[in-house]
């Protein structure tokens, strides 16, 4: 799920990492912490995907879903702007 959430969101055009870092470094957050963190809040969030979704057979249908929602909604957004 983590990883599908990721995919997502660059197919969309929004880094969820990217964003991450664009605010560590607003906040004045050093170099190599801006790197890290996000390696370690994303390794964090999808060790603990088991806990919060303990049916593997759900977090495959939800995280296929979000790749396959995500590349509609990007086909959608790029249909409307033309």
Known sequence: ????????????????????????????VHWLYVLLIPILLFSWLSKKELLWLPDESKRKLYARGLIAGSILLAIAINQIRH
């Open 1 to 28: 799920m983590t990883f599908a959430a990721l995919v997502a969101s660059v197919l969309l055009g929004a880094s969820i990492a990217g964003g991450f870092k664009h605010l560590l470094t607003a906040l004045g």
